[in-house]
């Protein structure tokens, strides 16, 4: 059975940076990337960036280049999302996703979802 | 690529059929995915490639379109069905989700 399990929830104050995980199981990590999507309270989802886990090729959403850093390690078959100085507006629930394909067919799995509060 | 959906939102009853549409701001082939999300859960995903159900989704569920125009049916509006609707290209980086269509009772 496929599995992204995500890290718990995160309290971090204005400034500071954070780093949430997403560990997978169940399918062969390096074969498919690892997208992350962000969405505010109240807000629609967000596409944030992807990992290639196999050469750890990445790719980010303009708005979050410089302040996000998406990571994956091998050895561990987990993936993960670093913020740093982080602001109010980073307060979201953060969520991993792969589409894992056979042939022509995709099949997408989500992990449950990390919410970051960011309060001073 | 800004990726735009309309209605913002819309009022159905069960049995309905209901169609949502998803533009492009420039053309993406059939590279566009359909999810789901009701409050408070995970996003499920139901469509690839424009009109490929993911397992398990009901055949209620279809979609539609090429190039810049997409649409996202549901035959019989069920209960179940009352959720907010997302549509995503993955023609190219960034993978830009639109807005959201909210399905109200």
């Known amino acids: 059975e496929v599995q992204l399990l995500q890290s718990g929830a995160e309290v971090k104050k204005p400034g500071a940076s954070v780093k949430i995980s997403c560990k997978v199981s169940?399918?062969?990590?390096?074969?498919?990337?690892i997208q992350w999507v962000v969405q505010a309270p109240g807000k629609g989802l967000e596409w944030v960036g992807l990992i290639d886990p196999e050469d750890g090729e990445t790719k980010y959403a303009e708005r979050f280049l410089g302040r996000v850093t998406i990571s994956a390690d091998t050895s561990t078959d987990t993936a993960n999302l670093e913020v740093t100085n982080l602001q109010l507006v980073d307060s979201a629930v953060y969520y991993c996703?792969?589409?894992?394909?056979?042939?022509?067919?995709?099949?997408?799995?989500w992990g449950q979802g990390t919410l970051l509060t960011v309060s001073s | 690529i800004q990726m735009t959906q309309s209605p913002a939102s819309l009022s159905a009853s069960v049995g309905d059929r209901v169609t949502i549409t998803c533009r492009a701001s420039?053309?993406?082939?059939?590279?566009l995915a359909w999810f789901q999300q009701k409050p408070g859960k995970v996003p499920k995903s139901l469509i690839y490639?424009?009109?490929t159900l993911q397992s398990g989704v009901p055949s209620r569920f279809s979609g539609g379109g090429s190039g810049t125009d997409f649409t996202l049916t549901i035959s019989s509006l069920q209960p179940d069905d009352f959720a907010t609707y997302y549509c995503q290209h993955y023609n190219n980086y960034p993978f830009t989700f639109g807005p959201g269509t909210t399905v109200a009772v």
């Open positions: 420039q053309a993406i082939g059939n590279f």
């Open positions: 996703t792969t589409w894992l394909y056979s042939g022509s067919s995709r099949s997408d799995h």
């Open positions: 169940g399918y062969r990590f390096i074969g498919y990337n």
């Open positions: 490639a424009a009109s």
